[in-house]
């Protein structure tokens, strides 16, 4: 495929069950792929380059003649084909095409690890897996993409429970929707791009997994009045001047998309329902970027917000300008680009732009005003333990606790030290006691809070056993300290520890973000 053209004729999936056979007895999956190339040639296929798997799969195996079809897209003999697919469907198909005694792939087939350990398959463009062998680079209008490292991390963060209806928008190769097909009976999925809905198709199909309802359209307008239990998206939220790829851009001024798409989410969901999004929003000078998002988040919804990366307009530009393989062309035109992007961020008042992640939660007791919303937006772009989703659905039920419970309602409650918390002593080496106590996850969101040492003292013996007040009046007891002053401001602090997971209310089950 050239970097300005695209195939007319995509594959059809009514031989993926046998294709799927074949792939699978050849081990081309995530795993066979680490044990052909080794950790260098995997490492390096992923940064886009090759020729350390080209070098891995010299031999006629059908494992690298598949890895040379699909991934690394060299055309291979017809005889050496036929030893690694059952070559007459998969020309029948599609999937390859021959010329002579030569096939060659139409298509990009990539081994991905399902959470579970399933062996599933990304379709996409020929050179448009991300981070594969071909890069993005300047592709046609309408590509579709395979799998990206915002993938992977939506997929990541997504809440797992048993739903009904499951909504991708905007689903690309359809790799939320592969997710979704596990534990949503009916998913949906929809695209602007129409072709996206045909490499969705050939992914669920090629991956074994149940079909999806594809719909054409934009944003939530394929879906007429219909609702949700879980709503996922990677939308374009690249902020840029026009439209040019569909794949990133979203065709609107600054970070209205994302806005768009979070405040119309609302409405969709069903009570307790998520959407999940990934976005980018603006720093607007003079406006405080937390304020930006929480106008974002709509009436009736809970809502976590978090921010992950941020980037000044330079970096911002200079990032997608590689994307786009801009910086490989004329350096006049790469100049004029450049200063295009700038020009929009002045107009816009644009200082930076941040990335995170947008999870909203629809709660009718926030609706009909019987409890206020919680809306929680911070950034921490520290190192996280993915997959993140039941640490998702942890927070929001964490939430429902505190809202549920005043200061004498906590104190009464019993509560118990999250697995994987560690303390951490800070002072001087020699010192007779430290200058702070930290408590760590070890899982997780990985957070670290500085507590005193009351604080420490209470997490520490939290077994369920005693009530707060019980064990606050033996601290003050043990520590000379007033009980009735302990019991008056120590609720703060213990709502933070439970917020932010380091204690847990005893009787409730231990999350599964802890391993259980």
């Known amino acids: 495929m050239s970097t300005t053209s695209l195939p007319l004729r995509l594959p059809v999936p009514a031989h993926a069950a046998r294709l799927r056979e074949a792939l ?18 995997y490492a390096a296929l992923a940064r886009s380059e090759t020729v350390p798997a080209l070098r891995a799969t010299r031999g006629d195996s059908p494992l690298e003649t598949l890895v040379r079809l699909f991934l690394l897209q060299k055309a291979v003999g017809y005889e050496r084909a036929a030893a690694a697919l059952p070559l007459e469907e998969a020309l029948a198909d ?55 490292g915002a993938s992977t991390t939506l997929a990541g963060i997504t809440v797992r429970t048993p739903v009904s209806a499951a909504l991708d928008l905007g689903t690309g190769s359809g ?29 669920l199909a090629l991956s074994g997994a149940r079909e999806a309802e594809l719909l054409a359209g934009s944003l939530f307008e394929p879906v007429d009045g219909d609702t949700y239990d879980l709503i996922v998206s990677n939308p374009p939220f690249v902020i840029s001047p026009g439209a040019r790829l569909t794949y990133r851009d979203g065709g ?71 994307d786009s393989g801009d910086h490989r062309g004329d350096p006049d035109a790469y100049r004029v680009a450049y200063g295009r992007w700038l020009d929009e961020f002045e107009a816009l008042k644009t200082r930076a732009v941040g990335f995170g992640w947008i999870t ?31 640490t998702v659905r942890a927070h929001f039920e964490r939430q429902d606790y505190l809202r ?36 760590r996850q070890n899982r997780g969101m990985r957070r670290a809070t500085k507590v005193d040492h009351v604080g420490a003292g209470f997490a520490g013996v939290c077994d369920g056993t005693l009530s707060a007040g019980r064990i606050l009046d033996a601290i003050g007891q043990l520590m000379g300290e007033d009980p009735v002053v ?24 231990t999350p599964e973000e802890y391993g259980a």
Not at 94 to 110: C, K, L, P, Q, Y
């Open 252 to 322: 609107m001024g600054g970070d209205d998309l994302c806005r768009t798409l979070v405040q119309q989410a609302g409405e969709r969901l069903n009570d307790g329902g998520y959407a999940q999004f990934l976005a980018n929003w603006q720093h607007v000078e003079g406006e405080e970027w937390q304020e930006r998002l929480r106008s974002w988040v709509p009436a009736g919804c809970d809502a976590w917000i978090v921010q992950r990366e941020v980037q000044d307009v330079t970096q911002y530009a200079e990032l997608w300008l590689r």
């Open 404 to 439: 549920g419970h005043d200061d004498a309602a906590l104190l009464a409650d019993r509560f118990t030290l999250a697995p994987e918390v560690v303390q951490e002593q800070v002072g001087l080496p020699g010192a007779e006691d430290p200058e702070h106590v930290v408590l």
């Open 175 to 203: 790799i939320q929707a592969l997710h979704a097909a596990q534990h949503a009976t009916l998913v949906t999925a929809t695209d602007l791009n129409p072709r996206a809905l045909d490499f969705t198709r050939l992914t």
């Open 24 to 41: 699978l007895a050849a081990d081309f999956t995530a795993d066979g792929l680490l044990d052909l190339l080794g950790a260098p040639a």
């Open 94 to 148: 599609g999937w390859v095409v021959r010329e002579d005694d030569i096939v060659s792939a139409t298509v990009d087939v990539r081994p991905y690890g399902g959470p579970d350990g399933e062996d599933w398959f990304i379709v996409s463009d020929l050179g448009c897996a991300v981070g594969g062998a071909g890069g993005i680079g300047k592709k046609a209008e309408g590509v579709v993409l395979g799998v990206g």
């Open 486 to 509: 302990l019991r008056d401001r120590m609720p703060q602090a213990i709502r933070l520890l439970v917020e932010e997971g380091f204690l847990l209310p005893a009787g409730e089950e």
């Open 360 to 390: 909203i939660r629809r709660n009718e007791a926030v609706a009909s005003g019987a409890v206020e919303p919680s809306i929680v937006i911070e950034e921490w772009p520290h190192p996280v333990e993915q997959p993140l989703g039941p």
